[in-house]
């Protein structure tokens, strides 16, 4: 059942920050270049998003582009749930530094 919640939250987070934003799905549509169609497909995630569209929106709402999909509750509780930090690589030199 939580997954269900979940990702119906997700399809729903673009639309949270577009009425937060005091936009309508026409206006938000105008700002991108693209169909009210388009706009209403994503918000109920029956099409997916682009990484051009993304970074677009991410602008527009002023975020990161993760937080179109997650807020930072939803992010906390993920890390919380699943216990485990990302990897870290750092088999080479840092950047800027000469490999002696």
Known sequence: MDDVL???QMQNR???LRE???LTQTE???LLGVDETAVS???SGSRPLTPTVLGRLAKIFKCETWELFMDRKGLRRLVADTDV???SHND???EGSRDR
Do not use: Q, S
Request: aromatic share 4%.
């Open 14 to 16: 673009i639309r949270d």
């Open 6 to 8: 979940e990702v119906e």
């Open 20 to 22: 937060r934003a005091r």
């Open 92 to 94: 080479g030199p840092a």
């Open 41 to 43: 497909r994503w918000e």
């Open 28 to 30: 938000l549509a105008t």
């Open 85 to 87: 930090m990302p990897e």
